[in-house]
């Protein structure tokens, strides 16, 4: 059994560079920080303030070049990328901005997939619910070029959360969204993660997004630069 009072994530003195040679850019600058189990956090600030990219970290698509990445109690540093991949399918849901949907997939197909590759006998069951949940029930054997935006992303979400993971990371998920739609889109991430009890990151240019989060850290030029608590009501 985890450990409930263990973080959910936590980073310590984490660097990491992206690019080579001359090219090469130090992204995040000593990165410390432990999310609870169950906590809503986002993440804020200016664009190319490494926002996404300390994301991609938590998630374990980007490897830092040093220090500590510890997801629901696995150091990710000791995986190789076969355990990692199947460390990620199992325990941490990705929503990205721009939906990432396979086009040649219906909706049923596209979040039965990551089912069917943990090898869940019942994927195409438990992705029809999953559908169901985010009121798509209607729009399942539907291609994504055939939904609209909001549409897509509701897929994207119900794949997400289909492998019930312990962690659910959120880049810009409202980006590609009109102002009404990505609203729906936001209460529809926070209702699947209080009925599930997941770990919430988010990542967004929304002050009044991150607000509704239990906590925000903004981060500046890679370094978290305030690390605050907020009020809930």
Same mark, same amino acid.
């Given at each position: 059994?985890?450990?409930?009072?263990?973080?959910?994530?936590?980073?310590? $003195?984490? +660097?990491?560079?992206? &690019?080579?040679?001359?090219?090469? %850019?130090?992204?995040?600058? =000593?990165?410390?920080?432990?999310?609870?189990?169950?906590?809503?956090? =986002?993440?804020? &600030?200016?664009?190319? #303030? &490494?926002? #996404?990219?300390?994301?991609?970290?938590?998630? !374990?698509?980007?490897?830092?070049?040093?220090?500590?990445?510890?997801?629901?109690?696995? $150091?990710?540093?000791?995986? =190789?990328? $076969?355990?990692?991949?199947?460390?990620? !399918?199992?325990?941490?849901?990705?929503?990205?901005? #721009?939906?990432?949907? %396979?086009?040649?997939?219906?909706?049923?197909?596209?979040?039965?997939?990551?089912?069917?590759?943990?090898?869940?006998?019942?994927?195409?069951?438990?992705?029809?619910?999953?559908?169901?949940?985010?009121?798509?029930?209607?729009?399942?054997? +539907?291609?994504?070029?055939?939904?609209?935006?909001?549409?897509?992303?509701?897929?994207?979400?119900?794949?997400?959360?289909?492998?019930? *993971?312990?962690?659910?990371?959120?880049?810009? *998920?409202? &980006?590609?969204?009109?102002?009404?739609? =990505?609203?729906? /889109?936001?209460?529809? /991430?926070?209702?699947?993660?209080?009925?599930?009890?997941?770990?919430?990151?988010?990542?967004?240019?929304?002050?009044?997004?991150?607000?509704?989060? $239990?906590?925000?850290?903004?981060?500046?030029?890679?370094?978290?630069?305030?690390?605050?608590?907020?009020?809930?009501?």
């Amino acid at each position: 059994m985890s450990d409930k009072s263990a973080p959910a994530i936590e980073l310590r $003195d984490v +660097h990491l560079s992206l &690019g080579r040679a001359a090219a090469r %850019v130090h992204i995040l600058k =000593g990165v410390s920080l432990s999310l609870a189990a169950g906590e809503a956090t =986002g993440l804020v &600030g200016p664009s190319g #303030s &490494g926002k #996404s990219t300390l994301l991609m970290t938590m998630a !374990g698509l980007e490897r830092p070049d040093s220090g500590l990445v510890k997801v629901a109690g696995q $150091d990710l540093g000791q995986l =190789g990328e $076969d355990g990692l991949a199947v460390f990620r !399918g199992r325990q941490i849901g990705i929503v990205f901005q #721009s939906f990432h949907l %396979v086009p040649t997939m219906t909706a049923r197909e596209n979040v039965a997939l990551p089912l069917e590759l943990a090898g869940a006998d019942d994927a195409f069951a438990r992705a029809e619910a999953e559908l169901r949940n985010v009121g798509l029930g209607d729009r399942m054997d +539907h291609y994504p070029a055939q939904l609209s935006g909001g549409e897509q992303q509701r897929v994207a979400i119900a794949r997400a959360v289909a492998p019930d *993971p312990a962690i659910l990371v959120a880049d810009e *998920p409202t &980006g590609n969204l009109d102002e009404s739609t =990505g609203r729906s /889109i936001v209460d529809l /991430i926070f209702a699947l993660r209080r009925e599930r009890g997941a770990t919430l990151v988010l990542v967004t240019h929304d002050l009044s997004l991150a607000a509704a989060c $239990d906590r925000t850290v903004h981060l500046r030029a890679g370094r978290i630069e305030v690390d605050a608590d907020l009020a809930v009501a």
